[in-house]
């Protein structure tokens, strides 16, 4: 009965973990099959079980607003731009708020990566190798860069002309 119990929260944490677009419904899907569902085991978890398929869900989260940042992306059709990441990071720190979990340094990972995507994309534009990908006005961008401890002073400079009607 013990493994049985493994099998399924191990497998319902890998459907959370790779779920898509929005991993907080994955796991309160997975939360509702669990215990509530007429056709579910309806098992009582316990916190570290309910932990770990939190962790999942963070994870995934965080996958997803770092996605829009990663210069390597650009290309793919799964980018959807700086303004998306701006959007998803707002849903990852409700997401935390909502299930009382601090999201501890990720704040300083997405800033890391903003910058460097940044640096990247001035680097790639200016060079002629391609048109700047940054679908937000400069005053997001700052917007979202002061959510993050970054002073928009502190960007590489020449971002604002990244932005559509930048200078």
């Not at 991993?23 to 309160?28: Q, T």
């Not at 770092?66 to 390597?72: A, S």
């Not at 640096?119 to 937000?136: H, L, P």
């Amino acid at each position: 009965m013990e493994e049985e119990r493994t099998l399924l929260l191990e497998e319902e944490f890998l459907i959370v973990r790779h779920s898509g677009e929005i991993p907080e419904i994955a796991l309160y899907s997975t939360l509702y099959y669990l215990s509530e569902d007429p056709e579910g085991p309806h098992i009582l978890l316990n916190n570290e079980e309910l932990a770990a398929l939190q962790d999942g869900a963070l994870e995934r989260s965080r996958e997803i607003v770092l996605r829009d940042l990663d210069p390597e992306n650009r290309d793919l059709s799964l980018y959807r731009g700086v303004r998306r990441s701006q959007y998803n990071w707002h849903r990852h720190q409700a997401f935390c708020e909502r299930i009382g979990r601090p999201s501890d340094g990720f704040k300083e990972v997405v800033r890391t990566a903003l910058v460097a995507f940044l640096r990247r994309e001035i680097e790639d534009v200016t060079s002629g190798n391609r048109c700047s990908s940054i679908n937000c006005t400069a005053q997001e961008l700052a917007d979202f860069a002061v959510e993050l401890d970054c002073p928009p002073g502190d960007l590489p400079a020449g971002w604002q002309r990244l932005c559509p009607g930048g200078p």
